[in-house]
């Protein structure tokens, strides 16, 4: 009988493993077929473009110049740059000679007075263009040729996509397997009843008696229980210390947070921005450097970078199967970009700032009571903690939570353990050397530097 | 063995048939209770809406809501700029450099801003000139604040818009321009060189332009006598740090005399350095703060101080004057005329009387005696009030002659004393329109209220002295629809200028001169270059030339001696004065203010009548304590010509001359208060012609009147370890053992220093900070600016008058001030030690709680004194309160639990203990209680809670952000970044905070003085806090 769900397992197993198969198979077979596509295109344009114009070389020099105000097919800050070229060519009559001129020089362009160029300036709210004098012609043709490649189709949602069924399939199995045991077991309680039942039949056919009364005719165990008042004294005591044991630990928790992760008015993911784009921390939370607040960045910090960011392209591999499942795809992150540009008022057609604001009101997660001073300042440059020791591996949270319980022993025991960082701080360096020669240590934890009083948190 | 004794309850019980004692013992309820009444009625019980069941479940989801309530957090949202300024760090606090010229009080100081609002104001140390804030300045932040202020423009009460009064001013300001009528500006003292400039261009443009400067406490008399001197309308400058001897007829010199800001000068004086300390000798009427920290102190009647002035300039002047004064003052005179005569150049002599023959005899004395402390050559514009002109403007007003009345920081409904002729000369004038904060008397009474801004809110600049100037700048965006005064008035004359654009251009052009407009902007104050170069020699050559002049002008001055020798005396003479708390009364609306104890006489939300023992005595006046410890006190009814005031409550006063009273301005308003800020008399209604004295007499009505006063026991019985005192004959000639001795008590029978005792072991504190505090005697005056700064800083609550009453004022930081006894102090000492035996101490003490009747006086502030070893840390059960190693005592709100075992074992009562929650409660309705109050709070510190003891921290939240700088900065702390909000608030250096570790520090220097001293040093507690040792520079004792 033990046997059968062994037996489930390993079909389960199997199965997986099918499933598996085909779920990594499909991606290869797709990830082969993208590359290919994306050389035929380039070969197709390639006839169009300057001999020896490489678009691949273009595309990194793309990203690495221009794709912080221009897109392909977007205006941002500056102009859409697909088919530059051509378009310039076929509605302003302008040759690539221009092109090279306005790249390498565009105040001069401005100044010179030239038509489009000074067009162009006012168009685009008389942001001048960054200069690219080092930029050779040949790097301009290559950049040309890149511009002019239709875009590759899209491939990580095909990817995507074949994801999603195939995650799926273990979903539905797994309930499979589950309704099935469900079933046996039930029909393994009707075939014991049918069979108990077959063998009392035989048994009064045998003419076989069946003691029924010997169990009655012993006290029932609870009786017997209730009765030896020994035993009820001890049960009571053990029920009521753990009564006790578990009403103590209960209030305890009480007004601990830990694990805290209410939804936010905007699905920030602080594993994209710090974990995937690996974003310094005190890039947006600057105020923990000086202030005792880390401070919730204000939008115009976001802007900085949305301002060219505006869709969630996802990481090189694609959502994960786990992301997937969430609901996290690419056009999610991108709509939550949106919900930004709707509260800071960001015009994404013009470009510009509509100045119609809607603040976020966003959920506090670390929530210190008002009686307790805390100073963000003092542990992130003085004691130059990194912020992961309080708040976690903020880099692998989808949705932040609160890591640590904040409780005042949790801060305590840092402070007994924890070293004063002394190194090139003039501060220090004679109270550190009087008191650590007073207590005979070497180096002092912040606790015997007086971290422990009640009045340094309290007031 | 039982007892079967019965007790018999009533002597009917004896009858054994008694009905009434049968029903009784049958009945337990001797009455039936209605029972049935109300059950039995069914209709009553189906009327009722809630069932039997209905009430069990509501108190079954109550409690389960509230317990489930306790155990989930509340969410809370944090919302973040959506393009956070540049320079706001939220947690980092923003300092500004502004002025308040409020027309009453007028200072260079800057702001502390949070999060971008205004929470605190501090000293301006770049300034030169009035850079020290007073108790009112440092509580106007509050005032920014006020929920009663006027949210927009009204009309006749009903709200409008601006679009509104501007069309009607204008409409009324085009037909002024071809017109005989008067357009006028009432408005108060700006001492502003653009408001100047713009009043300039109304005259320009408006033929019947009339600006009167109007100040609701007058310094008329001394303006015209200085102006028909010097030809300026101003107030001569005095450096009472250069003075070796001040002799003041009623000049309340440490509080508002002539636009105040001289204390700070005063205090340098009185610092005995290397044996030298200037001499003060008063003459006045009330016990006012500066009679209180005089070395001599006269009382007189203002006539007899007129007389006296007139009598002293004879003898300095070695011309026979006349006075019918008594031989007494007359002795005194003479010996001060020979101080005056020795101290030559050093010897000051000021006068606080309405009086232009007084003003000028004081000027002309001045001049005499060619005072180093006397500039007439930089004077000051901190006053500008015509009375003359005010009252011509009455009658024109009545007369129809005005147009136009346009009114900017003035109450006249209120503050005149002949308001009535206003108000009916208001009711003739085409157009009224009046700038105010408030709703007021005045605003009621005029057809526009135009809802003015805060001085927080506005631009603007002054010039307090001549040459040097101090900026406005806003702190904070206009809280609600208002505008200031001269933005408006540019709009009106068809500018569109913004003020801003006004004031800089007015700087531009005539005073910057080349120098940087941003960093006068940043320091908040700029001194004209030509000052710096010319001003001693100016001053030398100035001064010489006046002395020459002298003779000349003596000659006129014959008149004024005259008038002074004969001034007419009267059996009753009013003295009206300016409370250090309330000023002119046009922050009566801010509960710190009115829960600000008065320096002398300590009372709390009230203005009184002050009138001498003796005299009480002769009129059947009381001042009693009742049970709670409360203060009492007989009402009178005042009459001062046609007019009377009712029920004026009475204080005795020691100190005040007999046959005068006194009675402070600013209280009484009504109109636009809520209802516990309408407190005290209205004495503005008696201030006839702009004179503070007065003929009155009064009559005893029924009645006592309730005070809050915060110090009921008024003397020290002869305690000389509480405030130690000497002269300063005895603090050169003797040594600090006699002056300043160390009490000994007895111990193994031995009599040994207190301070060698000590039940307690001592920790090393030698390492790192510890912080002491230093409180000079000598440089405090009790002027309380510091009582103001410490709840700012650390949002202490108002608790309103009844709970003051109860003694359950809040105040971390008090000043105590006693009463000698005998003539002085030194006398109560002897005195006490001379008693023998029981019966006579007995009588001797009751006799030492009465206050002598020109008693010397002594302040001396009292905060934690944060002792090493302190009584309340060993009695806390569950060790809220706690030391550290910096030396502050530490107090743990949130482990407090309220048993109060610390306040009881305090030897120095300054812990305060939380009776309710002050903040969020229905009871209360101060600045703590309404969304727009809170934002005065400062957030590094807690607002405390119902049932946890509270007390000074030595301002922990600043010296742990001392430290953390220079932590950051990575650098050693210098003298002078330890601060207090007390120590930052004294102008007068008698609060001195730092480091004693620091072995260069200014405080590790005054702890070595021969003059420091522990309070109850005795008690063995080791205080962090140390005092100065108060020399008196006395001759006669």
């Known amino acids: 009988m033990k046997k059968v769900p062994y037996r489930n397992y390993i079909s389960n197993f199997f199965g997986l493993c099918i499933v598996a198969f085909l779920l990594f198979s499909t991606s290869l077979y797709s990830q082969d077929e993208a590359p290919a596509q994306e050389a035929e295109a380039t070969e197709a344009v390639a006839d169009d473009t300057a001999a020896g114009a490489d678009p691949a070389k273009g595309k990194q020099l793309f990203n690495q110049n221009c794709a912080a105000c221009h897109a392909l097919n977007r205006k941002m800050t500056g102009p859409a740059l697909a088919n530059v070229e051509t378009r310039l060519a076929e509605e302003e009559g302008l040759d690539k000679e221009w092109l090279y001129a306005w790249i390498k020089n565009p105040a001069g362009m401005i100044s010179s007075g030239d038509a489009y160029a000074v067009k162009i300036y006012n168009e685009y709210n008389q942001a001048q263009m960054t200069a690219f004098p080092t930029l050779s012609n040949q790097d301009i043709d290559d950049i040309l040729a890149y511009t002019a490649a239709p875009p590759p189709t899209p491939v990580a949602a095909a990817t995507g996509a074949a994801a999603d069924v195939a995650t799926a399939e273990p979903g539905i199995s797994n309930e499979i397997v589950l309704g099935a045991l469900v079933l046996i077991f039930g029909l393994l309680v009707m075939m014991l009843f049918l069979v108990n039942q077959t063998l009392r039949r035989i048994a009064q056919a045998n003419g076989v008696l069946i003691e029924k009364e010997k169990a009655a005719k012993g006290t029932p165990i609870w009786k017997a229980f209730a009765q030896n008042q020994f035993l009820v004294l001890v049960f009571s005591i053990f029920l009521l210390l753990s009564a006790a044991y578990f009403a103590y630990g209960w209030f305890m928790q009480i007004g601990v947070d830990q694990g805290y992760a209410p939804i936010q008015p905007i699905h920030y993911s602080h594993k994209i921005h710090a974990g995937d784009n690996k974003i310094e921390c005190k890039y947006c939370h600057s105020s923990a450097r000086v202030s005792k607040h880390s401070g919730i960045p204000s939008l115009n910090v976001c802007m900085n970078c949305h301002k060219s960011i505006y869709e969630y392209s996802g990481n090189p591999e694609g959502p994960s199967a786990e992301d997937l499942a969430n609901g996290y795809t690419n056009e999610f992150y991108t709509t939550e970009i949106k919900k930004l540009y709707k509260a800071v008022g960001w015009d994404e057609e013009n470009q510009q700032y509509t100045g119609e604001t809607q603040p976020v009101e966003w959920v506090r997660i670390h929530n210190l009571p008002d009686l307790a001073y805390f100073n963000h300042s003092q542990h992130v440059t003085v004691a130059g903690i990194e912020c992961q020791t309080c708040h976690g591996p903020v880099e692998e949270m989808e949705i932040m939570y609160q890591y640590a319980p904040l409780t005042m022993g949790w801060c305590i025991d840092c402070h007994r353990e924890t070293n004063v960082n002394i190194a090139d701080n003039e501060y220090y360096a004679e109270i550190h050397e009087k008191l650590s020669k007073k207590y005979g240590v070497e180096k002092l934890t912040a606790a015997q530097m007086g971290g422990l009083e009640c009045g340094k948190c309290h007031y | ?1037």
């Open chain 2, 1 to 1037: 063995m039982a007892s079967n004794k019965k007790y018999w309850k009533n002597e009917a019980e004896l009858n054994p048939n008694d009905s009434i004692v049968e029903t009784l013992r049958q009945n337990e309820f001797p009455e039936e209770i209605p029972v049935d009444e109300f059950l039995g009625d069914k209709n009553n019980l189906s009327d009722s809406s809630t069932s039997r069941r209905d009430f069990l479940k509501y108190v079954g989801f109550s409690t389960a809501a509230a317990s489930l309530a306790a155990c989930e957090g509340p969410v809370r949202r944090s919302i973040p700029y959506v393009v956070k300024p540049e320079q706001i760090i939220p947690g980092v606090a923003n300092y500004y450099a502004t002025t308040i010229a409020n027309g009453f009080d007028f200072a260079s100081v800057l702001i502390k801003t949070r999060e971008g609002r205004p929470i605190k104001l501090e000293n301006n140390k770049e300034a030169h000139v009035l850079g020290g804030a007073n108790a009112r300045v440092q509580a106007s932040v509050l005032s920014l604040y006020d929920s009663t202020r006027l949210q927009g423009p009204l009309f006749n009460g009903e709200p409008i818009d601006w679009d509104v009064l501007d069309a009607a001013v204008k409409a009324k300001l085009t037909t002024l321009e071809n017109s005989n009528q008067q357009l006028v500006f009432l408005t108060q003292t700006y001492a502003s060189p653009s408001t100047e400039r713009l009043m300039e261009e109304y005259k320009a443009a408006y033929p019947g332009f009339v600006h009167i400067a109007y100040d609701a406490i007058s310094e008329d008399a001394a303006l015209n006598a200085f102006e028909s001197k010097y030809g300026e309308r101003a107030l001569a400058n005095y450096h009472f740090d250069k003075a070796d001897l001040i002799v003041s007829f009623g000049a309340d010199i440490l509080a508002d005399w002539q636009g105040g800001g001289f204390d700070s000068g005063y205090s340098k004086g009185r610092v005995p350095v290397e044996g030298k300390m200037s001499r003060h000798v008063q003459l006045e009427a009330n016990l006012s703060l500066t009679g209180a920290n005089a070395d001599k102190r006269i009382p007189l009647k203002p006539s007899a101080q007129k007389k006296a002035l007139a009598s002293l300039y004879g003898m300095l002047n070695n011309s026979n004057v006349s006075t019918g004064l008594d031989e007494s003052t007359l002795q005194a005179l003479e010996s001060i005329a020979q101080e005056i005569k020795k101290a030559g150049g050093k010897a000051v002599v000021v006068s606080g009387l309405d009086d232009e023959d007084a003003q000028n005899v004081v000027l002309a004395i001045n001049e005499m005696l060619n005072s180093e402390a006397f500039d007439p050559t930089s004077p000051r514009f901190v006053r500008k009030g015509n009375n003359k002109a005010l009252a011509q403007l009455i009658t024109d007003m009545n007369s129809g002659k005005v147009g136009a009345l346009i009114m900017d920081g003035v109450n006249p409904v209120f503050t005149l004393p002949n308001s009535a002729e206003f108000v009916t000369g208001l009711e003739k004038v085409g157009l009224s329109v009046a700038f105010s904060t408030n709703w007021t008397e005045t605003t009621q009474a005029v057809q526009y209220t135009a809802s003015a801004n805060h001085y927080l809110e506005s631009w603007g600049d002054a010039e307090f002295q001549k040459g040097h100037f101090s900026l406005m700048q806003p702190t904070i965006k206009e809280l609600f629809d208002t505008r200031q005064f001269q933005h408006a008035a540019l709009l009106w004359l068809g500018s569109d200028k913004a003020y801003y654009d006004f004031v800089r251009e007015t700087w531009d052009t005539q005073i910057l001169n080349g120098a940087s407009w941003n960093q006068a902007l940043h320091d908040g104050v700029f001194r004209s270059a030509s000052l710096d170069e010319s001003a001693p020699a100016d001053q030398v050559v100035s001064n010489q030339e006046i002395a020459t002049e002298a003779g000349p002008s003596i000659a006129p001055l014959t008149n004024a001696i005259k008038n002074l020798a004969s001034a007419e005396e009267s059996e009753v003479e009013l003295t009206l004065y300016s409370k250090t708390g309330m000023g002119d009364g046009q922050q009566a609306g801010n509960p710190w203010l009115q829960e600000f104890p008065d320096p002398i006489t300590r009372v709390t939300w009230d203005n009184y009548l002050t009138v001498s023992k003796a005299d009480a005595n002769s009129w059947g006046l009381v001042n009693e304590n009742v049970a709670n410890g409360g203060l009492d006190g007989s009402y009178v009814n005042i009459t001062v010509g046609d007019t009377t005031l009712q029920n004026v409550p009475v204080i005795i006063q020691p100190g005040q001359a007999q046959g005068s009273i006194g009675l402070s301005l600013g209280y009484g308003r009504e109109v636009g208060m809520k209802s516990e800020m309408k407190t005290g008399i209205n004495a503005y209604s008696v201030y006839k012609n702009f004179q503070a004295n007065q003929n009155a007499s009064l009559e005893k009505v029924g009645g006592m009147h309730e005070f809050a006063c915060i110090q009921l026991h008024n003397t020290l019985m002869g305690r000389g370890d509480i405030i130690k005192e000497t002269t300063l004959e005895v603090f050169n000639t003797k040594d600090a053992a006699e002056w300043n001795s160390i009490v000994h008590v007895s111990l193994n029978h031995q009599e040994v220093p207190a301070t060698t005792v000590d039940l307690w072991d001592s920790f090393d504190r030698s390492i790192g900070h510890h912080f002491n505090m230093s409180i000079d005697l000598n440089a405090c005056t009790g002027c309380g600016a510091c009582v103001m700064a410490c709840n700012a800083e650390n949002n202490i609550p108002v608790v309103g008058k009844t709970e003051v009453r109860r003694s359950r004022d809040m105040h971390w930081l008090r000043i105590d001030r006693y009463y000698s006894s005998e003539d002085t102090f030194e006398q109560d000492n002897i005195k006490k030690d001379e008693f023998s035996g029981a019966f006579e101490s007995k009588t001797g003490f009751e006799q030492m709680e009465q206050a002598a009747t020109n008693p010397q006086v002594a302040f001396q502030p009292v905060m934690c004194q944060h002792c090493n070893h302190a009584p309340c840390e060993t009695v806390c059960p569950v060790a809220a309160t706690s030391h550290s190693r910096q030396g502050q005592n530490h107090m743990a709100y949130n482990r407090c639990v309220g048993t109060r075992y610390c306040a009881n074992n305090c030897p120095y009562k300054v812990r305060r203990f939380n009776w309710f929650l002050y903040n969020n409660n229905d009871e209360f309705d101060f600045h703590m209680n309404n969304d727009l109050g809170k934002m005065v709070l400062n957030p590094d510190v807690t607002v405390r809670s119902r049932g946890v003891i509270e007390k000074c921290s030595l301002c922990i939240q600043k010296t742990q952000k001392t430290i953390l700088d220079a932590k950051r900065d990575g650098r050693m702390i210098k003298d002078g970044e330890f601060q207090t909000a007390c120590s930052a608030a004294c102008n007068n250096g008698a609060i001195v905070f730092g480091d004693i570790n620091d072995g260069e520090s200014k405080v590790s220097e005054l702890k070595e003085s021969d003059r420091m001293y522990h309070l109850l040093e005795s008690v063995g507690t080791k205080p962090n806090v140390f005092y100065h040792v108060k020399v008196r520079n006395t001759n006669e004792a």
